[in-house]
């Protein structure tokens, strides 16, 4: 067999082994069912995201890498000012109502009003705000690591 035939099938095999391991490895690692109870569920402030507004987590954790889903309550007249996201966020209203637009100048006139079963989903780095007219309840989901920036420095400080 010629030397480069040989290491090519050489990588292949090592690569089909490595693979083959990998995948023994995390179908080792079965996932859990989860089960939440809304009645059930533990709020938390969040005051980076609006004052008064509640997280509760229903699955991983945001800082890390990996999925992850998350409640936020937010009383009325809650501004979330000018921010974005490192990751996709996908928002699904599960009660109340929520105006929300993707630009940057917060401008509650350019904002679509979502109620619940509504949803959306903002690519990474976009800009966007809201408003709750009413105690609104939303779930996000993604994969992390999550976080919120604020685009005005003050909007950031304000939320502490």
Avoid at 93 to 112: H, Q
């Amino acid at each position: 067999m010629k030397p480069l035939k040989t290491i090519a099938v050489s990588f292949v095999l090592v690569a089909v082994s490595l693979s083959s391991f990998a995948w023994a490895d995390s179908h080792a690692k079965k996932p859990s069912f989860i089960a939440i109870k809304a009645s059930n569920l533990k709020w938390k402030d969040a005051p980076s995201v609006a004052p008064g507004a509640k997280i509760a987590v229903l699955e991983g954790n945001l800082k890390a890498a990996g999925p992850f889903t998350f409640r936020l309550m937010l009383p009325a007249n809650s501004k979330i000012d000018l921010h974005t996201h490192p990751t996709y966020e996908r928002v699904t209203i599960l009660s109340g109502a929520l105006l929300f637009a993707i630009g940057d100048k917060f401008d509650t006139t350019k904002a679509e009003e979502y109620t619940p079963g509504d949803a959306f989903i903002v690519p990474p780095g976009m800009p966007m705000y809201g408003l709750a007219k009413k105690e609104t309840i939303v779930q996000i989901h993604g994969t992390g690591p999550w976080g919120i920036d604020f685009l005005n420095s003050a909007d950031a400080q304000k939320k502490k």
